[in-house]
């Protein structure tokens, strides 16, 4: 039962999607297969139901169910425009709540996006309450974990030079330049990081370009260091177009802290000694 469950919580979160906001949502027709829906209709009758949930509980729906219609290839090389839905993690939620928990992956998926989702709504909670730093400190360490992730995957990708790796994904992000040109313009000292030295949004930015470029180095099969280095820069490219486009601040324009991360992380330790005397 443990392996079931965690497969199941393995295969959602694989289709787990981030958009150019960082916020996460799923797609309805991949949705639909995991749950092992072989009609659309099927699960759409459930997508019917849960808006009405949404929209009883006071909820805009489109918030949570956004309408897209896309192309699909059908045999022989036809084409066919359908409908498919931006579900956000609540949508999914009530999607399954109006399955039939005696199948079991609906029954896992219910208790999934049960927990995920109390999870979500204390997190926004807590975080919208945190100090500037405190988002400092959140946010490097999602970044520190997701470029291991990314580490991981770009070896598996045929990439050899990681500092290459990486650059291209700078350079893509931050109109050209390196990570060693961000140190420079950044001022700092001898070894410090440039992740340390980021404000929140910086370190959003970052993130989002982690993510998106582990996912689709994973989901285009990439298998050689030439491709990685350019799906970096161009996934790093699309963040700087998203900024751009919402009218926001191009990175390398948003200020840099007046203090590192590893200034606070000492800070913070020696103010716990204290204490402890």
Not at 26 to 45: F, K, M, P, T
Not at 113 to 120: D, G, L, S, V
Not at 210 to 215: K, N, R, V
Not at 222 to 230: G, H, I, L, M, R
Request: with cysteine; hydrophobic share 30%; charged share 35%.
């Amino acid at each position: 039962m443990n392996e079931i469950k965690e497969y199941t919580e393995k295969i959602f979160e694989d289709i787990k999607h981030i958009d150019e906001e960082g916020n996460e949502y799923w797609l309805a027709r991949e949705l639909q297969n995991v749950l092992g829906y072989h009609q659309w209709r099927s699960i759409n009758d459930l997508i019917e139901r849960a808006k009405v949930a949404c929209k009883e509980s006071k909820y805009n729906v489109y918030d949570h169910f956004a309408l897209q219609r896309k192309m699909i290839k059908l045999a022989k090389g036809a084409r066919r425009n359908v409908v498919d839905y931006k579900l956000s993690r609540y949508a999914c939620y009530l999607i399954v709540m109006n399955g039939n928990p005696k199948k079991e992956i609906i029954a896992l998926a219910q208790t999934y996006f049960a927990i995920q989702t109390r999870k979500q709504e204390l997190f926004e909670k807590e975080y919208n309450e945190l100090t500037e730093d405190e988002k400092r400190l959140y946010r490097r360490n999602q970044a520190r974990k997701g470029n291991y992730n990314l580490n991981k995957t770009a070896f598996k990708s045929g990439v050899k030079d990681l500092a290459r790796f990486h650059n291209a994904g700078y350079k893509g992000l931050y109109n050209g330049e390196t990570a060693d040109d961000i140190f420079k313009r950044k001022k700092l000292r001898y070894r410090e990081d440039i992740l340390d030295n980021m404000g929140s949004e910086e370190l959003a930015d970052n993130i989002f370009r982690i993510a998106q470029t582990d996912a689709k180095l994973k989901r285009d099969n990439v298998d050689n260091e030439y491709t990685a280095n350019s799906v970096h820069y161009e996934v790093g490219k699309e963040v700087r177009d998203s900024i751009k486009r919402l009218g926001g601040i191009m990175p390398e324009n948003l200020p840099t802290p007046n203090r590192s991360l590893k200034e606070l992380e000492k800070e913070n330790k020696n103010q716990l000694i204290d204490k402890k005397m």
